[in-house]
């Protein structure tokens, strides 16, 4: 069984920063796609950025250039660096795992970007 807990949400001005963390307990890490993703009201949950299981990355076209996504698999952690945010970034964001068929998600943490 896996257990995501996401960290580093809040409140930011646009064109702030903000830095997302995901720590990940239960066996296994380093083979597994992880991710971040986010949603907003009356919208379907979308793919920010991904690590595929063969350390290959993708963005989603609205955050490439801005978003960094990276992994320790000693700490089993999954941060997202966030800069120069803007208002449509605001959501909920979600730390996601897959392993082989099976997804995990966190809880999620709230990110608010105000104009």
């Known amino acids: 069984q896996v257990r995501l807990v996401e960290s580093g949400g809040g409140l930011v001005q646009a064109g702030g920063s903000l830095r997302l963390s995901c720590t990940a307990s239960?066996?296994?890490?380093?083979?597994?796609?992880v991710g971040w993703y986010r949603q907003t009201p009356g919208k379907q949950r979308e793919l920010v950025a991904i690590i595929r299981s063969g350390s290959g990355t993708d963005y989603a076209d609205s955050v490439k250039g801005r978003f960094t996504i990276s992994r320790d698999n000693v700490k089993k952690m999954i941060d997202l660096q966030m800069n120069s945010l803007k208002p449509d970034d605001t959501g909920v964001y979600y730390c996601?795992?897959?392993?082989?068929?099976?997804?995990?998600w966190g809880q999620g943490t709230q990110v608010t970007v105000s104009s």
């Open positions: 996601y795992l897959r392993r082989f068929a099976a997804g995990y």
């Open positions: 239960g066996t296994g890490f380093s083979t597994d796609a």
